[in-house]
Nanobody, 124 residues
Framework: VQLQASGGGSVQAGGSLRLSCVAS????????MGWFRQAPGKERRFVAG???????NYADSVKGRFTISNDNGKNVVYLQMNSLNAEDTAVYYC???????????????????WGQGTLVTVSS
């Protein structure tokens, strides 16, 4: 499985970006896809996740501002980010856990595949 993340860039505070993560290679009927972010000098942290059936989960820091969605027909997961602020500056990674799910997968170690990361910079 290969994950290709894109959509990062530089934006002013209050602006929006949409990240995309395209999966190729082996596909899963059941999966949990997560977006993580890692700021300089900090650990990688869960941002949002989505199940193959569309169920979603968010970190408290992004609830109400970010929306994760999927298009299973295109093997794409999106992260719409609105009302961005400087604290959202980080490299964003998508990650895939293939197969059945039974909880929210907050930990990076739960995921089998990772994208290469896309940088989001928010200036105040």
């Amino acid at each position: 499985v290969q994950l290709q993340a894109s959509g990062g860039g530089s934006v002013q505070a209050g602006g929006s970006l949409r990240l995309s993560c395209v999966a190729s290679g082996r596909t899963f009927n059941r999966y949990y896809m997560g977006w993580f972010r890692q700021a300089p000098g900090k650990e990688r942290r869960f941002v949002a996740g989505i199940r193959n059936d569309g169920g979603t989960n968010y970190a408290d820091s992004v609830k109400g501002r970010f929306t994760i969605s999927n298009d299973n027909g295109k093997n794409v997961v999106y992260l719409q980010m609105n009302s961005l602020n400087a604290e959202d500056t980080a490299v964003y990674y998508c990650a895939l856990k293939g197969g059945p799910w039974n909880k929210v997968y907050y930990g990076a170690a739960s995921y089998d595949y990772w994208g290469q990361g896309t940088l989001v910079t928010v200036s105040s």
